[in-house]
């Protein structure tokens, strides 16, 4: 099957590091967030990260590379894009 002009350009693409993901950085956890309404019904669809502080990146320091485990969480449904975050999640930390 040949491939379109789009399909070749969209291949080629290599995704941008994001300016605050550049060098160290460090994570700065903030005040925990609640919603503006329904608190107690949000509480209860959400009952693992309802209530969790706003994370900000931050400069760092440089340091060691150690093991890490990274999660991805995507919406479950088909959504044009997705595969794209996980592979330029896995290129930026190989």
Not at 19 to 48: H, M, R, Y
């Amino acid at each position: 099957m040949e491939k379109s002009a789009l399909q070749q350009a969209r291949a080629a693409y290599q995704p941008k590091m994001p300016k605050a993901l550049q060098g160290a950085v460090k994570v700065k956890e903030g005040e925990p967030t609640q919603s503006v309404d329904n608190q107690e019904e949000i509480k209860k669809l959400f009952p693992n990260t309802y209530g969790m502080p706003l994370v900000e990146f931050v400069p760092g320091e440089e340091n060691e590379m150690k093991s890490m485990n990274v999660g991805v969480i995507l919406s479950g449904g088909q959504a044009p894009g997705g595969h794209n975050v996980i592979c330029g999640i896995f290129d930026a930390i190989k």
